[in-house]
């Protein structure tokens, strides 16, 4: 009989012996070694842990700086007062910082203000709200002086550079019946950040922020010193003039020399190329302030030489009516009256003239007086000179050699000639308007220049600033992922894997079972074994030593020999999950 032609019904294996359910998986667990219990169970706990954790740091608020710099007192206030408002905060900075979460910070920072705190360690203005009646005047003034101390004090360390200060003022008390009054004065201690320093500009503003808070203050009354005992302000001799250039003079000095490497530059730079060419200038600056006048007198000049600036005349006309005119020696003897005639000693007469003046003329005086002032030609000439002037030049110039070639090729470098320094040289002097009366200097140097080395060594991956925040960001999540991950891998998946195998084997057997049943069903596989009469086929014997599934296999091979068209009918029904005939 054809085993091809026989009406034989065969049923595939369903898939619901593939289903694992609830029961299914607790009969494999249980089949589980004590050892694999342990592991799947450590696992996932394990994972449950992870996942809390994963979210417990998900949810935790970030924090960020309430107040810092805060003295004991004041920490000691702003954390009762947050234990009342039952605002979480932590500490940073060796407690010198208080941090809250970061969506409370500016609602905290209100709160605090209106609770009037941080206070301080400086106490401005404020003091003086609580005046008391009956406070005298002595107090009031030294009330006054605190505060504005204390402002002062908030002023100051509102620069980023100043970490505190303290201000002392000396403010004499002001009588109205002294002549001469005492001037204020001020110290300001300065506390800098480490690293931090203060240029002349800001130390300036500062001695300009005292002085101008308080009366009467000059800037050369106010000293600055720093945590180190080093004075900032600037040195003044006894007349009150600074030894030493304030910013604006300093600044003014650094752009005039700046501007003088840059008129060399420009001239040098393409002759003998920008790479080639290094130069500093040093300028000695004049900032005093100087002032003369000078007064010249000349004769008049031009046509009229006398220039009448006012005149005066007066005169003075008087006489006597004797008849006799009033003349002679002035003095006694003209005053004296006419002598009697005498005879003369020898007998001779001689004639006797009046004294004073001839007889019968009429006698008469006079006085005129006349003043003329001139003009003067005179010239008044003041002359102020300018600050900031040019004393002095020294320039100082670096050449490199002249690049080339040698005849192979190689890279070489050349001196210039004498000639070509001088012609440099000569350069540079017309560019910076060289005089040589005012001790002008320029030197022109051939130097060979060092090549430049670039550094190709960078920072350390694992160095790098950028890369240590990113790790302190994300230490914690990457350390919960490997966890996971190890127990994932480490615990969970060999037990699922060992599960998996025992499933596999399990199902394996059903398959051959089924094999097997639908292969016993053949009614041919007994025809061709005995002929058409019932019996059993000697060739399927087993064994008695083998096992079950080993006969059945051993078996089904031998049908697989004996009828492989049975066997393939049997595989395509499977396959597109139909019965075969």
């Known amino acids: 009989m054809d085993l091809s032609s026989s009406p034989t019904t065969l049923t595939a294996p369903q898939s619901s012996t593939l289903a694992v359910g609830p029961t299914r998986l607790t009969e494999r667990f249980g089949a589980l070694p004590p050892r694999r219990k342990a592991m799947l169970a450590g696992g996932v706990a394990a994972m449950l842990a992870l996942i809390v954790a994963s979210v417990l740091w998900s949810s935790r608020p970030e924090y960020r700086v309430l107040f810092s710099n805060l003295s004991d007192k004041d920490g000691g206030a702003i954390v009762a007062q947050l234990s009342k408002m039952n605002v979480p905060y932590r500490f940073s900075e060796g407690g010198g910082a208080v941090l809250v979460p970061a969506d409370q910070v500016h609602d905290v920072r209100l709160k605090l203000a209106q609770a009037?705190?941080?206070?301080?360690?400086?106490?401005?203005?404020?003091?003086?709200?609580?005046?008391?009646?009956?406070?005298?005047?002595?107090?009031?003034?030294?009330?006054?002086?605190?505060?504005?101390?204390?402002?002062?004090?908030?002023?100051?360390?509102?620069?980023?550079?100043?970490?505190?200060?303290?201000?002392?003022?000396?403010?004499?008390?002001?009588?109205?019946?002294?002549?001469?009054?005492?001037?204020?004065?001020?110290?300001?201690?300065?506390?800098?950040?480490?690293?931090?320093?203060?240029?002349?500009?800001?130390?300036?503003?500062?001695?300009?922020?005292?002085?101008?808070?308080v009366p009467e203050?000059?800037?050369?009354?106010?000293?600055?010193?720093?945590?180190?005992?080093?004075?900032?302000?600037?040195?003044?001799?006894?007349?009150?003039?600074?030894?030493?250039?304030?910013?604006?003079?300093?600044?003014?000095?650094?752009?005039?020399?700046?501007?003088?490497?840059?008129?060399?530059?420009?001239?040098?730079?393409?002759?003998?190329?920008?790479?080639?060419?290094?130069?500093?200038?040093?300028?000695?600056?004049?900032?005093?302030?100087?002032?003369?006048?000078?007064?010249?007198?000349?004769?008049?000049?031009?046509?009229?030489?006398?220039?009448?600036?006012?005149?005066?005349?007066?005169?003075?006309?008087?006489?006597?009516?004797?008849?006799?005119?009033?003349?002679?020696?002035?003095?006694?003897?003209s005053n004296q009256p006419v002598a009697g005639a005498s005879a003369p000693v020898n007998g001779t007469a001689q004639t006797m003239q009046p004294m004073g003046g001839a007889a019968g003329a009429v006698t008469s005086s006079g006085r005129r007086d006349a003043v003329t002032n001139f003009e003067v030609d005179k010239t008044v000439r003041v002359v102020r000179a300018a600050t900031g002037t040019v004393k002095r030049l020294?320039?100082?110039?670096?050449?490199?050699?002249?690049?080339?070639?040698?005849?192979?090729?190689?890279?070489?470098?050349?001196?210039?000639?004498?000639?070509?320094?001088?012609?440099?040289?000569?350069?540079?002097?017309?560019?910076?308007?060289?005089?040589?009366?005012?001790?002008?200097?320029?030197?022109?140097?051939?130097?060979?220049?060092?090549?430049?080395?670039v550094d190709t060594s960078e920072l350390p991956l694992w160095k790098q600033p950028q890369l240590l925040e990113m790790v302190r960001t994300l230490a914690v999540p990457l350390a919960l992922v490997a966890l996971g991950l190890a127990v994932v891998f480490g615990v969970i998946r060999p037990v699922l894997r060992d599960m998996r195998k025992a499933e596999e084997l399990e199902r394996e057997k059903n398959r051959l079972d089924a094999v097997v049943d639908d292969v016993e069903e053949l009614p041919a596989l007994t025809d061709a074994g005995t002929g058409g009469a019932a019996g059993t086929t000697p060739a399927l014997a087993a064994p008695e030593e083998l096992s079950p599934s080993d006969r059945r296999l051993n078996e089904v091979r031998d049908l697989t020999r004996k009828n492989p068209a049975a066997v393939a009918r049997i595989l395509r029904g499977w396959v597109n999950g139909t019965e075969a005939e």
């Open 394 to 453: 020294a320039v100082a110039v670096v050449v490199n050699h002249r690049a080339g070639t040698d005849k192979k090729g190689q890279p070489t470098s050349q001196p210039l000639s004498q000639e070509e320094l001088d012609k440099l040289t000569a350069l540079v002097q017309e560019s910076v308007g060289f005089v040589k009366e005012r001790g002008d200097t320029v030197k022109v140097v051939n130097a060979p220049f060092r090549p430049v080395e």
């Open 217 to 333: 203050m000059s800037p050369r009354a106010v000293s600055v010193l720093d945590q180190t005992g080093a004075l900032l302000s600037e040195a003044q001799d006894g007349s009150g003039v600074t030894n030493m250039l304030d910013a604006t003079q300093v600044q003014h000095v650094s752009r005039v020399e700046q501007a003088y490497v840059k008129r060399i530059l420009d001239i040098l730079e393409p002759v003998i190329g920008r790479d080639n060419l290094r130069a500093q200038v040093s300028a000695d600056i004049d900032f005093s302030q100087t002032e003369s006048t000078t007064e010249e007198f000349r004769p008049n000049q031009g046509g009229q030489p006398a220039a009448v600036r006012s005149s005066q005349t007066s005169e003075n006309i008087g006489g006597a009516g004797s008849g006799q005119m009033v003349g002679g020696v002035p003095g006694a003897a």
């Open 116 to 213: 009037g705190l941080p206070k301080g360690s400086a106490v401005g203005f404020e003091l003086m709200d609580g005046a008391r009646f009956g406070t005298t005047q002595f107090q009031e003034r030294l009330n006054f002086q605190r505060g504005l101390e204390g402002e002062l004090v908030r002023s100051i360390t509102a620069l980023s550079a100043v970490e505190a200060a303290r201000v002392h003022l000396a403010i004499p008390n002001q009588n109205g019946f002294f002549r001469d009054q005492q001037k204020p004065s001020a110290s300001v201690l300065l506390t800098l950040y480490p690293g931090q320093t203060l240029d002349r500009a800001q130390i300036a503003g500062i001695v300009h922020l005292v002085s101008a808070s």
